[in-house]
């Protein structure tokens, strides 16, 4: 018994030890986190706010993964990494809101659509791109609409 329970211990610490390295190992470090509501003044239930989340993840110096997500049904997860020189930090990670006609002062009428993602890599290069979260919606719109 004393020494099941020795085993057991010991299997226990070595997996505690273990899965921690192995869960951070796939999605990296986060180096940026930036979520928005295009609706959140707008509507009157909890349940109804649509949230925007672009996040920067880092596993390993030279490589990063941008990843973008939404709660809305209208959205399909995005995720590309890109090749960039050591860590990555905070202030090396932007992102522009814009809404749907390209402002940047979002209204009910016309509220935040696209996040437009700048990584600043250490040799001084930038990656940018446009991600949509409106994309899906704007296709069925155009789908439901008869033809002229």
Partial sequence: MMRLRTVATALFLACSLALPGCGA?????????ETVSPNEEYVSSEEDVVYYTVRVT??????????????????????????CDGR???????????????????????Q???AEVSVRAGD??????????VTRALEMAAEATPSA
């Fill in 58 to 83: 880092q596993a390993a110096p030279g490589t990063a993964t941008v990843s973008a997500e939404s709660n809305s049904g209208f959205f399909e997860p995005v995720s590309y990494e890109i090749e």
């Fill in 25 to 33: 190992t796939p999605a990296g470090a986060v180096v940026f986190e």
């Fill in 124 to 133: 001084g290069s930038s990656y940018e791109r446009k991600i949509s979260f």
């Fill in 88 to 110: 990555l930090s905070a202030d090396d990670v932007s992102v522009e809101w814009t809404t749907l006609m390209g402002g940047t002062e979002p209204s009910e009428d016309d």
């Fill in 112 to 114: 935040i659509a696209v």
